[in-house]
C-alpha cells in the first residue's frame, strides 16, 4: 500500500472518528467534553490493545510497556501541538457558531 493511500486513509479514519462521536454526543445528549473523553479512553484502551496484541505474552506486554507509554505520549503530545497550532492560526474558521 502506498504512502499516499495511507495518508488518505488516515485522515479518512480520523473525520470519520470525530463524525461518530459528534453523533453519538448529539444521540446521547452528551456534552461535547463528554464524547471528547470518551473518543480518548477508547485512543487509550485501542492502543493497549494493540500492544498485547504484538506481544503475544503478559510477560512480553509488561516489558513494552513502559516504551509503549512514552511513544503514545510523545506521540500524543505532538498531535495536540499541531492541532492547537492549527486552531490558533485559523480560529475564526473553524471556531463554532
Keep these: 500500500m502506498s504512502e499516499q493511500t495511507d495518508d488518505k486513509q488516515f485522515w479518512q479514519l480520523i473525520d ?44 512480553h506486554f509488561s516489558a513494552n510497556k513502559t516504551g509503549a507509554l512514552e511513544y503514545f505520549r510523545t506521540q500524543f503530545d505532538k498531535m495536540m501541538d499541531e492541532n492547537m497550532a492549527d486552531y490558533e492560526t485559523n480560529f475564526d474558521k473553524y471556531a463554532p457558531r
Excluded at 17 to 32: K, T
Design 16 to 59: 470519520t472518528f470525530i463524525q461518530h462521536a459528534n453523533e453519538q454526543g448529539q444521540a446521547s445528549g452528551a456534552p461535547p467534553h463528554v464524547a471528547g473523553a470518551a473518543l480518548m479512553f477508547a485512543a487509550a484502551r485501542f492502543n493497549a490493545y494493540l500492544l498485547a496484541r504484538s506481544a503475544g505474552s503478559a510477560e
